[in-house]
């Protein structure tokens, strides 16, 4: 959810490894740190991000409208789409 929130897509995931903002550089392991806190490799969330997309794209195409379930997002949105999805920041 951190990178949907980010704007971080599997398309862009590349392009945002150049961003100036600091979150961006710690989330995607650019800025060491994140991923030794919390036991794994720096660069986790680029990896899941670049292979499999970020949490709205995965709901999509698993579960969303354009899937076989059908199921609108509704809640289960980003609490600034509407939803009630939140997740803290991280540090």
Do not use: W
């Amino acid at each position: 959810m951190n990178a949907e929130e980010f704007g971080i897509t599997k398309a862009n995931v590349d392009e945002m490894l150049k961003s100036a903002d600091p979150q961006i550089r710690r989330f995607l392991g650019v800025d060491p740190g994140l991923g030794a806190a919390l036991g794994v490799d720096e660069k986790y969330a680029y990896t899941i991000i670049k292979t499999l997309g970020n949490y709205g794209e995965l709901y999509e195409k698993y579960l969303g409208e354009k899937s076989p379930l059908g199921i609108p997002r509704g809640l289960n949105n980003l609490y600034t789409n509407g939803g009630i999805m939140y997740v803290p920041p991280s540090r």
